[in-house]
């Protein structure tokens, strides 16, 4: 059997999903942005398992989409 590893394009380069995420975020507040974050990452999570992408590289990317999406979020707060 040959075995294959899927590899998708990385979710923190994906700007527009970047963006809009950023955006959400800043516009709620405690709870509110907390649960869009864990929808939001769920559905990510989800989206990459059934593209066939192992589950340890899935957490990583949203993780790794969540330091970008506080990145932009704290650039945005530092430029105004």
Known sequence: MVSST????????????????????????GEEASRYWRETAKGLLQLLNDQGVD??????EVR????????EIESKAATG
């Open 64 to 71: 790794t989409l969540l330091y970008a999406v506080l990145a």
């Open 6 to 29: 899927v590899k998708a394009f990385p979710l923190y380069r994906r700007q527009k999903l970047l963006s809009d995420i950023a955006s959400e975020l800043q516009s709620r507040q």
């Open 55 to 60: 589950p340890l590289a899935a957490q990583d």
